[in-house]
């Protein structure tokens, strides 16, 4: 059985696990999949957040990924983030930089088995704060400034890739290297916020090679599971897991305790359970109908028949979902195109959104018009 067929029918834990601390965020990005701004009443306590971090203590994760919202925006974020990595669990936490000051950033120096990433979408003012809002930029280059100094180390800058910055990737390489940082990169789904802005920013066909070449090129980088569906423009597959993990080796957490299959599909259909849940997470991860149903073999379809199947597994689950498209049909971005006339097909007013909505009213400050 190869590497892929294990990770397929799941493992006993997750191996990257996203937990999405708040809802509250003091941006509005437009391509934001959690469609965040409002912090959610119902969101889980301290206490309720420590039992589950014991829970991921039990089950051997190795690190979870804390986002949002703005995780820093929690009034408990540093007592979360010092019980997991005092208690073996590692953190990588993604954050717009804003509420990093000097202090915070002396303070997460000293900390061991913790990684940040500062969210940047372009290399300068304009191409980022188009669509993470004005002066997010000053923001981003500000923290990364503090961090630097404060003698952090390594930290990501997480790019999402549109087509209005991949002529940037040099750019942000050169970037990343300025500060001793490392370059990850990830793409762009049509979640949350992300629905309406989808069409105006994905890449270009052009620009998808433009990607798998330059990735290639440049190994280091990371993407996660982030462009896998690339793999079908030639022979030599891009590092990084070459599959769709939702519900085998990866899920999400999101701020109420909702645990969802895939951290871009935040919809009922894709609910597994709850935290609060009896069993909590470990039941909901190892019991529920929904991922052992996942972990089924796939349905026959369009894609399972085609020649380039075995290198791009048929793309991404939350790209298709949200575009209308079956599970068992092409990748709306397939680099062979196969996806184009489901795309041409599909009524906009009939596609599924997130189940819920936490956007400030009036608070998208960007205008996504042409560039």
Partial sequence: MTLTDQLKRGLDAPICLTWELTYAC??????????SGRRDPDELSTAEALSVIDQLRAMQV???????GEPMLRPDFFEL?????????????STNGSRINAENAARLAAMDYLDIQISLDGTDAAVNDHVRGEGSYDEAIRAMQLLQDADFGEFKISVVVTRHNVDQLDEFQNLAER????????????SGRGADSWHELHPTQAQQRQIYEWLLAHPNTLTGDSFFHLNALGEENLPGLNLCGAGRVVCLIDPIGDVYACPFVLHDEFKAGNV????????????????????????????????MYDACQGGCMAAKFFTGIPLSEPDPEC??????????????STLPRNTSDHSRPGAVSVSLGRR
């Fill in 81 to 93: 983030i010092d019980y997991a990595t005092t208690n073996g669990v590692g953190v990588k936490f």
């Fill in 335 to 348: 680099v062979g195109g196969h996806g184009e006339e489901w795309l041409a097909a599909a009524n906009p």
């Fill in 62 to 68: 190795f690190y979870v990924n804390l986002g949002g």
């Fill in 179 to 190: 500060f001793g940082a490392q370059l990850r990169l990830t793409r762009l789904r049509p």
């Fill in 26 to 35: 003091n941006l509005a990005c437009t391509h934001c999949l959690s469609s």
């Fill in 276 to 307: 609060r849940g009896e069993g909590g997470f470990t039941s909901v991860w190892r019991e529920s109908d929904l991922f052992l149903d996942l972990r089924e073999p796939e349905a026959e379809g369009a894609c399972t028949a085609c020649g």
